[in-house]
């Protein structure tokens, strides 16, 4: 049923924490304005996966946000 899904908006839903992967066609992840303090995305499911917000959640204020965030999703042209 998600097979075609490109953009998921899971925005302003106080998360705490969220692992995603299984959307193949997947484009656009917006999770910002959650409560994350873990994220996990596999990007080895979601080729196609360039844009990922996550601006007002604590996982989001790591010193080492940008890079853990290119290394878990290496096709990201956008953070943010």
Do not use: K
């Not at 953009?7 to 299984?22: H, K, M, P, Y």
């Not at 007002?56 to 878990?72: I, K, V």
């Amino acid at each position: 049923p998600c097979a075609r899904l490109a953009v998921l908006d899971l925005a302003a839903n106080q998360l705490r924490t969220i692992s995603v992967g299984a959307f193949p066609v997947l484009e656009d992840l917006w999770l910002n304005n959650n409560v994350l303090e873990e994220v996990h995305i596999n990007s080895a499911q979601m080729p196609l996966l360039t844009t990922v917000y996550l601006e007002g959640n604590p996982f989001a204020a790591r010193t080492d946000y940008r890079e853990a965030m290119l290394s878990m999703v290496p096709t990201l042209t956008q953070l943010d």
